[in-house]
């Protein structure tokens, strides 16, 4: 497990950026957001081949486009919860950030966190972190499921610590080696 910053925004300005040293570089990556309750949630987790050219796209998402509320599906994350966000098939990524932006997130954090695509560390990092916005790549859910989280989480997780709000990085940080 490697928890390092790949991009860091707060309050709208670009406080850290190492995008360059992951352009075609493997890997799991996550993305938290501090809002105004002053905790981090985790709202997304990603795996690629190119962890810098995909995060570079999302953070033009975030920064270039404005949400765009005419989307015609709802956005249910994997744990059967529908986000409040409405999209259009085939341009979720398009949807998805600027309606992150949206949000007022006094931070938002890139970090690395494997070195490795592996989709089941992928999934387990999830779950684990109750990310808000992320999905299973093979099927979004087209409804929401009251609960799903709780009544399969233990299918997913095992026994492992879940976690979903942080009071600072270093905390997120531990979590994260504790759980490797």
């Excluded at 670009?14 to 996550?30: D, M, P, Q, S």
Aim: aromatic share 14%; net charge neutral; with cysteine.
């Amino acid at each position: 497990m490697h928890f390092k910053i790949i991009y860091k925004e707060q309050n709208g300005e670009k406080t850290e950026n190492n995008l360059r040293k992951y352009i075609r570089k493997k890997g799991i990556w996550a993305l938290f957001g501090k809002q105004k309750e002053n905790v981090y949630e985790c709202l997304q987790i990603g795996k690629c081949k190119d962890v810098g050219s995909e995060i570079l796209y999302d953070i033009s998402c975030l920064n270039n486009l404005s949400y765009d509320p005419s989307g015609t599906k709802n956005y249910i994350n994997e744990f059967g919860i529908d986000t409040g966000l409405k999209y259009n098939e085939g341009i979720v990524q398009e949807y998805l950030y600027p309606y992150i932006k949206k949000q007022d997130y006094k931070v938002l954090l890139f970090a690395y966190v494997y070195d490795t695509n592996d989709e089941e560390k992928e999934k387990l990092l999830a779950w684990l972190t109750h990310a808000k916005y992320w999905r299973d790549s093979h099927k979004p859910l087209e409804r929401e499921i009251p609960d799903r989280y709780e009544k399969i989480k233990i299918s997913k997780i095992d026994s492992r610590k879940d976690c979903s709000v942080w009071k600072t990085e270093d905390a997120i940080m531990n979590f994260l080696m504790d759980i490797t």
